[in-house]
């Protein structure tokens, strides 16, 4: 279906405000115009509408509903922005700008996400979108912060675990558990989101397995749009590419040597 | 796509150096692109113009590391420049945002007093509704802020600027002066056909926890509301001494905000950071003063220009 306009900027009710774990919050928001035009990997600017902050935050879409009109975002609180965002109640009003940039590429057959931290609520829409096809393989510093197994239980077909501790899954980093998988298994992309020293270790052991990769940046923004380029970022070839408008999702290669 | 003067627009109609404008409202550049990332939001032949992202004659990849960051009812920004250069503009952009139908203002940047008159040519080109020179970026390390800081070199850049082009020059004054009144005499002297101000304060944020700079650059420019009263005072003040219209801009997102600076001697206003919080706020400011002029029962703009009542 083709959409008169690619972005929207509207008033969104808060439909609910959760808190999944230790300073992280799951926010569902009515917003049927940015709902149906979501793809998986895409994000929004949330502007928080009592003065308590200037510019907008960027904020990844971790699920689309587009017959319930509802878009959901899974943050963690790290300042301000976040601390005024996780204080919305359920009927308050926020702006929500978007959906923004470019997503994953959904057309891959056998796709393995790997996602660590707050990396892995993009992904987790991607898992969605995927229908059941991806696998997906998590990292964490314990198992307490693996509390995103329920929330890809039935997304995915096998869920892999590491931990740094060893208290759940593999002792490690997922970059310690991708070697073995990429070479068991059959994928032919790998999607990843997390902390950009992951994603580098990532994007060049799919590299050595010659297997496609996708890696999600984040960057600090100011418009959301590609107008102000603050988020501009270095590429292989040298170039300058925007985060907000370029990205979030690259090809691996585009952007780590 | 060309706006269809509304009714309630006839009102903001005004016209600038003989540019002609829907409304006396536009967006300040480095804040908007090239208009077209608004177009979702923004009726653009709306807009009185759109100032585009600075301009230079060779690409600039702008500085590294992080370069923006919210303040107290503000936010400093260190982009440095980056932009494609003026070939890629005039190949690329121009003929792609042409279809907007609006008043494109091309703000140009130079290293010497030289490439300021190389820049104003090239773009003397129709589609270009007017040359705005920049010598007020407080993130680059060469030209900018030299030319933007002494009345002299000021005053060469808009005579080489206008010995080049037809076009309306507009001079963009830096608040980080000792006296703006100097400088915007010194411009106008030189020709300038118009003055914007004010460019941003510049400003420093020192993180604390790594007790570093927040800035890949050290130092960002100031925008946004907190720079508000010292705008409109500097407006003020340069409305006094000089004949040429003035642009004031400066932490303005409402018609609230607007309507002072048009009250302080304002002729248009342009709009900036308020375009990152809200894309379709010029809209609503567009909106408001048009609200306003009717509920004063004033026709025209010029009605309310410089109108505050002192004493």
């Avoid at chain 2, 407006?235 to 400066?250: D, L, S």
């Avoid at chain 2, 909106?287 to 004063?296: F, P, Q, S, T």
């Amino acid at each position: 279906m083709a959409l008169p306009k690619k972005k929207v900027a509207i008033d969104a009710k808060v439909i609910s405000q959760q808190a999944l774990y230790d300073h992280v919050f799951k926010l569902v928001v009515e917003a049927p115009e940015v709902a149906e035009r979501a793809e998986a990997g895409q994000f929004v600017q949330l502007r928080i509408l009592n003065g308590s902050c200037l510019l907008r935050r960027p904020v990844g879409i971790a699920a689309a509903d587009k017959d319930k009109g509802t878009v959901a975002f899974i943050y963690r609180v790290v300042g301000k922005g976040t601390t005024a965002l996780s204080q919305l109640k359920a009927g308050d009003t926020i702006n929500v700008l978007g959906p923004l940039g470019h997503g994953f590429d959904i057309k891959a057959k056998k796709p393995l996400i790997v996602g660590g931290g707050m990396g892995l609520s993009p992904v987790l829409f991607y898992a969605a979108a995927m229908e059941g096809k991806a696998d997906v393989l998590m990292g964490g510093k314990t198992a307490g912060e693996l509390f995103w197994q329920d929330l890809f239980t039935g997304k995915v077909q096998d869920i892999f675990c590491t931990t740094d501790d060893g208290s759940l899954g593999t002792k490690g980093f997922t970059t310690t558990l991708l070697p073995e998988l990429l070479a068991k298994k059959d994928y032919d992309l790998v999607v990843a989101c997390g902390p950009e020293i992951m994603m580098k270790g990532i994007a060049k052991i799919a590299k050595e397995h010659g297997v496609r990769c996708q890696v999600s940046l984040e960057k600090r923004m100011g418009c959301g749009l590609g107008a102000c380029l603050s988020c501009s970022i270095d590429t292989t070839d040298g170039q300058r590419k925007k985060v907000c408008k370029d990205g979030p999702v690259f090809e691996a290669g585009e952007v780590f040597a | 796509m060309s706006h269809v003067l509304q009714e309630k627009d006839q009102r903001l109609h005004t016209n600038i150096a003989g540019i002609s404008m829907n409304t006396p409202v536009l967006t300040a550049s480095g804040t908007f692109g090239f208009g077209e990332e608004f177009a979702d939001f923004v009726d653009l032949s709306r807009l009185g113009g759109v100032m585009v992202k600075g301009t230079t004659l060779k690409p600039r990849r702008g500085n590294d590391g992080v370069r923006i960051t919210e303040s107290p009812m503000g936010m400093m920004n260190c982009i440095g420049l980056e932009n494609p250069g003026v070939d890629v503009f005039l190949k690329e952009t121009l003929p792609r945002i042409e279809q907007y139908g609006m008043n494109t203002i091309v703000n140009i940047s130079g290293g010497t007093v030289e490439e300021y008159g190389i820049l104003a040519e090239m773009l003397d080109v129709p589609g270009v509704a007017a040359i705005e020179l920049n010598v007020s970026c407080p993130n680059v390390k060469e030209g900018g802020i030299v030319f933007g800081t002494d009345p002299k070199a000021a005053a060469a850049v808009v005579r080489e600027a206008k010995k080049h082009t037809k076009k309306p020059v507009i001079l963009k004054l830096s608040p980080n002066v000792t006296d703006i009144v100097t400088m915007a005499k010194a411009c106008e002297d030189a020709g300038a056909d118009i003055l914007s101000l004010i460019n941003t304060l510049m400003g420093m944020e020192i993180n604390i926890h790594t007790q570093r700079p927040t800035l890949g650059n050290i130092t960002g420019g100031l925008s946004g509301p907190c720079i508000k009263p010292v705008a409109v005072r500097m407006v003020w003040q340069v409305a006094q001494a000089v004949n040429v219209p003035i642009i004031g801009m400066g932490g303005i997102s409402s018609f609230e905000d607007a309507i002072e600076f048009f009250l302080a001697g304002a002729s248009a206003v342009a709009v900036g950071t308020a375009n990152f919080a809200d894309p379709n706020v010029t809209m609503k400011i567009c909106d408001g003063i048009d609200n306003y002029l009717a509920e004063h029962k004033l026709d025209s703009i010029e009605q309310l220009v410089g109108k505050v009542q002192i004493d």
